[in-house]
């Protein structure tokens, strides 16, 4: 199973970008809690948003209000919709699931490759 992460990019301050991660490879049965955090430059990798399988969410302080996490657990997707960046938000995105599923086996601590979002001032 892997986590494909997309939807980084550069963005002025204020502006909106949307990341989605997308878990493949086999026939997944079920995923559990997913999220999202981030690694900006000489910091240590922070949680931004966590979501269950049932759709409950929790948020790091620095973002609530401006980012939104969701999930399609029939597309064994989850987003992050974030809105009225600031330049304090660049940093690499990771997407991860705690627990996977499949036709054949299951699996803790799956890692997306990470995205880059980059706001300018």
């Known amino acids: 199973v892997q986590l494909q992460a997309s939807g980084g990019g550069l963005v002025q301050a204020g502006g909106s970008l949307r990341l989605s991660c997308v878990a493949s490879?086999?026939?997944?049965?079920?995923?559990?809690?997913m999220a999202w955090y981030r690694q900006a430059p000489g910091k240590p990798r922070e949680l931004v948003a966590r979501?269950?399988?049932?759709?409950?969410?929790d948020y790091a302080d620095s973002v609530k209000g401006r980012f939104a996490i969701s999930r399609d657990n029939a597309k064994n997707t989850v987003y992050l919709q974030m809105s009225s960046l600031e330049p304090e938000d660049t940093a690499v995105y990771y997407c991860?699931?705690?627990?996977?599923?499949?036709?054949?086996?299951?699996?803790?601590?799956?890692w997306g490759q990470g995205t880059q979002v980059t706001v300018s001032s």
């Open positions: 979501i269950t399988q049932g759709g409950s969410a």
């Open positions: 490879g086999t026939i997944i049965f079920e995923i559990r809690d």
């Open positions: 991860h699931a705690d627990y996977i599923a499949t036709r054949m086996t299951v699996g803790y601590d799956f």
